[in-house]
């Protein structure tokens, strides 16, 4: 695989995937450039390449999906991201979220649980020279080494929300406002929510609409939401 050959094919199909994110509501024009910017193919295997740039969610193996583009954007855009903002991703994946807050300007943290995934994300985000810190482990309980986060990105549909995770967000001071977590939560369907705290014990809780992700699996303890 040759990561230096863009060919101008695939940033035709890019900058249509943008156009047509657009016409879908995405607004934030950061987020946007973005993914305009990231290769998507090759974070997908070979026999999807031609695919890469639908807006649909691709395997990547273990029965696990690279998200559907809009979805990415979505959830991106909830984010909010600032430069140097301290991001902790769940659900790394292929690696092409990640990708996008770094491309965003962000200090991307990310787990994954499935170690060939792992690995995989780690070579190709590497390769392309892109600074992202990996682990292999289990999200649900966040990663206290880095902590605290200015923003948190759960990518797997959640039963409820891990209070680890919650725990790592910053607290608000008069600097900066406290940390954001968007997770999709729900069983066969999830509902996202942004979560923000506004204190040391205190969070607000919005909620918008409903996607459909691949389980969060972990052994992290959760708030139950109702579900
Ligand atoms: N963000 C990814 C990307 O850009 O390709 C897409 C993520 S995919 C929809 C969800 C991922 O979450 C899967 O790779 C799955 O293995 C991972 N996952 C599920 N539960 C996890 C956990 N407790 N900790 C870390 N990763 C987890």
Same mark, same amino acid.
């Given at each position: 695989m040759s990561l230096d050959r863009d060919d101008r094919k695939f940033a035709r199909k890019r900058k249509h995937l943008v156009d047509h994110l657009r016409k879908k509501g995405i607004e934030d024009e950061r987020v946007l450039a973005a993914i305009g910017d990231? +290769?998507?193919?090759?974070?997908?295997e070979q026999a999807f390449q031609q695919r890469a740039y639908e807006d649909e969610a691709l395997p990547i193996g273990l029965q696990q999906t690279i998200s559907q583009p809009y979805t990415v954007a979505y959830q991106t855009t909830m984010l909010d991201i600032k430069k140097n903002d301290r991001v902790l991703e769940i659900g790394t994946g292929s690696g092409y979220q990640a990708a996008i807050l770094y491309k965003m300007g962000a200090r991307v943290f990310t787990i994954e649980r499935h170690e060939a995934l792992h690995k995989r994300a780690k070579h190709i985000l590497q390769q392309l020279r892109y600074h992202v810190t990996h682990k292999h482990g289990?999200?649900?309980?966040?990663?206290?080494?880095?902590? +605290?986060?200015d923003k948190i990105l759960v990518t797997a549909g959640a039963k409820g929300i891990p209070e680890s995770i919650l725990q790592q967000l910053r607290e608000p001071d008069e600097k900066k406002p406290g940390g954001s977590l968007v997770i999709p939560v729900g069983e066969k369907e999830q509902i996202m929510y942004r979560v923000s705290r506004t204190g040391e014990d205190t969070y607000n809780y919005e909620k918008t609409t409903s996607f459909r992700f691949v389980p969060l699996i972990g052994d992290g303890k959760h708030q139950n939401l109702g579900f």
């Open positions: 990231v +290769p998507r193919h090759l974070f997908v289990d999200g649900t309980l966040g990663w206290a080494t880095f902590a +605290p986060y």
